[in-house]
């Protein structure tokens, strides 16, 4: 069983799983693109400012689990790193997609991580989703748990077991205020909550763009 990580720890095994899959011609990461996968504003709760010692302390906590590795780019002069998640935690594709999500956005509902999966895992129903998240609970030791809804929702939430997180004590209205955008939603409006997450979505596109640019510049560096 993997131990308690810290939330630096989870945020960066996150975003490196991320990145493997929606970013695979970028994939192994510098420590400079993994800095700045942490750091974007899109698909994010909470928004944070890691350092690159923040980043190097987590590498070494992640290492030590052998949840990472170095890896060596071909022609590159920067070192690359990458993660060991699935073979480590003996996950499928589809639970390290979940796992992935709420590594990177807190306490999610079933249908929330179909809804933000989509680069990483093609789901194919929300069923298939419940699924996933079973089989998670339902292990030797569980990678995943239920927690209370939010006010006004029909769905369970679920989070990962694995470390620490930063928000366990924010309650749905803070987290209804996304700093990146300015957007700030009253309460659960299905509508407003589409109009949200569609800005995510055009955040999260343009932090792809400048992540692969970033990539681009560091191959001459």
Not at 8 to 24: F, N
Not at 205 to 219: K, N, P, T, V, W
Request: contains cysteine; proline residues 4%.
């Amino acid at each position: 069983m993997i131990g308690n990580l810290s939330a630096e720890a989870v945020r960066v095994l996150g975003a490196m799983i991320e990145k493997e899959r929606s970013t695979p011609e970028y994939y192994p990461l510098t420590l400079n693109a993994l800095k700045t996968a942490c750091n974007q504003k899109s698909n994010r709760f909470p928004v944070v400012s890691y350092s690159e010692s923040d980043v190097i302390r987590a590498l070494d906590e992640l290492e030590k689990w052998r949840l990472v590795g170095h890896a060596s780019g071909a022609g590159s002069r920067s070192q690359k790193f990458q993660h060991a998640a699935g073979h480590a935690m003996e996950l499928s594709e589809a639970e390290t997609a979940v796992m992935a999500c709420l590594f990177l956005r807190g306490a999610q509902t079933p249908g929330e991580i179909k809804g933000r999966t989509g680069r990483l895992y093609p789901f194919e129903s929300l069923e298939e989703v419940d699924t996933t998240l079973s089989n998670l609970q339902a292990r030797d030791e569980p990678l995943v748990a239920s927690v209370a809804r939010r006010p006004g929702q029909k769905e369970d939430r679920f989070v990962h077991l694995v470390g620490e997180e930063d928000v366990s004590n924010q309650s749905y209205q803070d987290a209804a205020s996304d700093p990146s955008t300015g957007v700030t939603l009253s309460g659960p409006s299905d509508s407003d909550a589409d109009i949200h997450e569609q800005v995510l979505l055009l955040r999260d596109e343009l932090d792809r763009l400048r992540a692969e640019f970033d990539a681009f510049r560091e191959q001459f560096d």
